[in-house]
């Protein structure tokens, strides 16, 4: 069985970044992991090279079938609805999935 990964790229305002490295590591990525099928997260921060994104995180999901029904399903809805609720007007997010393909 393949190994998924769902990341999220993001930017914060300099003004909420220390709100939300505490909201992202003690509130957000628990509430994923509770998730049937989520099985692991990691959360990055861009130290060299350009893009618009500063923030990254890295969730893994045990297949692609475990993480379609996350992807579509009212848990991500609920957790998309509560980023915006905290972040929306100081975030700038993107989302993308990947299987793994080797080895």
Avoid: C
């Avoid at 914060?12 to 692991?40: C, M, S």
């Amino acid at each position: 069985m393949a190994v998924t990964l769902f990341m999220v790229r993001a930017t914060i305002t300099a003004a909420q970044e220390a709100a939300f490295n505490k909201w992202y590591d003690e509130e957000h990525v628990p509430q994923v992991l509770r998730y049937n099928g989520a099985v692991g997260a990691r959360r990055y921060r861009r130290i060299v090279g350009e893009d618009k994104y500063d923030y990254m995180a890295l969730y893994e999901f045990k297949s692609e079938a475990a993480f379609r029904k996350f992807y579509e399903g009212s848990h991500l809805r609920e957790l998309r609805a509560e980023y915006d609720k905290h972040f929306g007007t100081a975030s700038e997010r993107v989302a993308t999935g990947w299987e793994q393909i080797f080895p």
